[in-house]
Each structure stands twice: as structure tokens, then as C-alpha cells.
């Protein structure tokens, strides 16, 4: 079987074919299969006019696998009310030279540009790339700043912060982020020199850990207690490969991480991303995509949980698109994450959908 993923970002995680031989493997970005997302029945969209910033996606033109302004321009009009949405790094469009560590700034240029299109009213009334996460190597210590400002100026005031994964587990079915190459990355001199850089120019951080790790982000967030940091994908608990049938044990484990976290009032958490790492049902092998219902029920436990810990004014829903699309439509996810709040009082929904990431990201909607 050929080996299609690619070297860096997510691309590491990207499989071009789903339906190769032995190919179907939790943990990897697949494209999404449009014929067997067609098979979900139509929903009607739950409280259609809730204002929505959308936490965290991503665009990118993987061989085989384009997902750029078109493509989320499609899924953003599939009938709720998405107001903004904030970018998240996925390596897409690197420089192709230069030095090295310069070469994320590529990715805030392209997405600079997308929100500049976006702004000019052309492609409808949401601000799209209202925020832009990018990536810098924060191992480089002091040397970071110079990638941070260089980020700051592409962005054409859009610039929001990084995110530098530590997902790592021994486990090799995992899929671990390409820029953790072992455990403990947070707790590292010169990751944590590059992190007072990037604080010191009041950029937030998106930490992106499993779930064994989430200690690491509580030991950053207490080190950095002026820092600005948001838990990516509900702290991503597993539930494949070493941890397949470990469910309740895992969840515990979990949860007692996440409560520690949660006492750290400068951390936020995203609410979302679970689809490809909790493995709560088979999105590889069911004969149609759940339906929104079925999706809150697999993911309740989780976002209750954070709910519970942080609130709802530490709380930001995202679509994670389009890797979630691999297991249901744009639509379908925001009924389920409006199912899960559905106790939620009306400010703490405003919060959820939208307040928390536009105050977290400081998003200026009204200009």
C-alpha cells in the first residue's frame, strides 16, 4: 500500500484513500467519502439564528485532498448563523524557501488573504479567518521572536497566537503531532523560553495534547499565569490502539486531569474535535453518518464534563472542519453541539457559540 501522508503538520496524519486495504485506521485524516455523507437525513437547523464564531478550523490543499474557501464557503451556508470563524495552523502553504523556521509565515500570508476576501463581502456575511492561529516553533526559544513578529505583520492585524502540538504517545498506531518528538515538550527549557516570548507579545497559546498529557498544559498554565492558553479538542482523550476498550478507565483519568486544569483561571478549552481520536463510533465502516442526536450521545459525557469544570464563559464550540467531516456534515455538527448545550441558559449559549472565542481570540465583529 502506498504511503500518501505527508511529512509535516497534519498532512502527517492525511491518508488520501479510505478505501485502501488496511488503510482505515483511526488517528489519520481520510477524505471525507460525499456519497456516504449524502446518506445522512436532512435535519432541521436548532436555533437557526444563534450567533456562532467557529473556534477552530482548518484550510488546506493536500494531494488529494483540497479544502480551501470554496469548499468551507459550502459548508458555512448549510443554514446556521457561523458569524466568524478563527483558523488554526494544519501546515497549509509553507514558504517553499527561505530559512527554516521562517517558513510558517506562509501560512498566515495565505490565510491574511482569505480573510482579506472574506472582508470584502463577496463570499457572504460571515468573517472568515477573523482570527488566524499559526504555528512558530516556540523550541527556538529567544530566536522565536523574530518568526512571531514576522507572523504578527503578515497577518494584517488578524494574528491571534500559535499552536505547537505535544500530542505524543509510544503507542505507534496513535499518530502522534509531527513537531512532538518525544514526551514532555512543555516542560522543556527552550520550548518554555520560546513560550515568554510569545506571552510577552500577548499572543495566546493553543496547546494541543492527548489526554495523558493534559498535566503538561496545567504545569505551563501555572508557570505562565498571565499567559493565554486554550486546551485544543477537550484535551483529546483516546480510544483506539493502546486504549481501545478502556473507555471507563480512560475517562476517569480524564477527567481528574481536566479538574486540576480547570483551576487554572487563564485556560480556556474548545469544545469539539473528538471524532478521529475518541473513536466513540465507527465513522470508517457505519453504513450512514450519525445523526446529530446520535452524535450528542457519544460526545455528552465529554462536554458536560468541561462544561461543569469551566463554564461556559471558559468554553468555545468548534467545528474542527474538515477533519470532522470525515464522520458527519458541517450542519449536523452544530446541531449536536447545540443538543449538548441545550440546558445551557441564553448568555451562557452566547458564550459557548460565540463570546467566549471572540473575547479569547479578541476578535473586533463590530468593525
Known amino acids: 500500500m502506498a504511503d500518501t501522508r505527508m511529512d509535516s503538520g497534519l498532512g502527517s496524519l492525511f491518508q488520501a484513500d479510505r478505501k485502501l486495504e488496511g488503510a482505515r485506521q483511526f488517528g489519520r485524516i481520510y477524505t471525507p467519502d ?54 488554526n495552523e494544519c501546515h497549509s502553504m509553507y514558504r517553499a524557501h527561505g530559512p527554516a523556521e521562517m ?13 482579506a476576501m472574506s472582508d470584502s463581502g463577496r463570499y457572504g456575511a460571515t468573517r472568515i479567518c477573523a482570527g488566524i492561529v499559526g504555528f512558530a516553533d516556540l523550541a527556538l526559544g529567544d530566536h522565536v521572536a523574530a518568526v512571531l513578529e514576522a507572523e504578527i505583520a503578515a497577518a494584517g492585524g488578524r494574528f491571534r497566537g500559535v499552536r505547537h502540538g505535544a500530542a505524543w504517545d509510544a503507542d505507534p498506531v496513535i499518530g502522534n503531532s509531527p513537531v512532538a518528538s518525544g514526551p514532555g515538550l512543555y516542560a522543556r527549557e527552550d520550548f518554555r523560553a520560546g513560550f515568554a516570548r510569545l506571552a510577552k507579545l500577548g499572543l495566546s497559546f493553543d496547546a494541543w495534547v492527548f489526554h495523558t498529557q493534559i498535566a503538561d498544559v496545567t504545569a505551563l498554565a501555572r508557570a505562565f499565569p498571565g499567559a493565554n492558553i486554550v486546551l485544543c479538542h477537550m484535551g483529546t482523550p483516546l480510544g483506539y490502539g493502546a486504549y481501545a476498550g478502556r473507555r471507563d478507565e480512560v475517562f476517569a483519568a480524564w477527567k481528574a486531569a481536566l479538574a486540576d486544569l480547570a483551576k487554572c483561571p487563564n485556560v480556556s478549552v474548545k469544545l469539539g474535535g473528538l471524532t478521529m481520536r475518541v473513536a466513540a463510533f465507527d465513522y470508517l465502516g457505519m453504513p450512514a453518518p450519525p445523526t446529530s442526536e446520535e452524535l450528542a450521545g457519544h460526545w455528552r459525557p465529554y462536554a458536560s464534563t468541561c462544561l461543569d469544570l469551566f463554564g461556559a464563559d471558559r468554553c468555545m464550540a468548534e467545528s474542527n472542519f474538515p477533519v470532522e467531516k470525515m464522520g458527519m456534515g458541517y450542519a449536523t455538527l452544530w446541531n449536536a453541539l447545540k443538543r449538548l448545550a441545550a440546558g445551557a441558559s441564553a448568555d451562557e449559549k452566547r458564550a459557548i457559540f460565540s463570546g467566549t472565542a471572540s473575547r479569547v481570540y479578541r476578535l473586533a465583529l463590530d468593525d
Open 34 to 87: 460525499a456519497t456516504w455523507l449524502a446518506k445522512a437525513p436532512p435535519e432541521p437547523v436548532i436555533e437557526p439564528d444563534l450567533p456562532i464564531v467557529d473556534a477552530h478550523h482548518h484550510l488546506w490543499d493536500f494531494p488529494g485532498y483540497r479544502y480551501l474557501l470554496d469548499d468551507l464557503l459550502v459548508d458555512l451556508r448549510s443554514g446556521h448563523n457561523i458569524v466568524a470563524t478563527v483558523f
Open 103 to 115: 517558513r510558517p509565515v506562509g501560512e498566515v500570508e495565505f490565510c491574511a488573504g482569505i480573510a
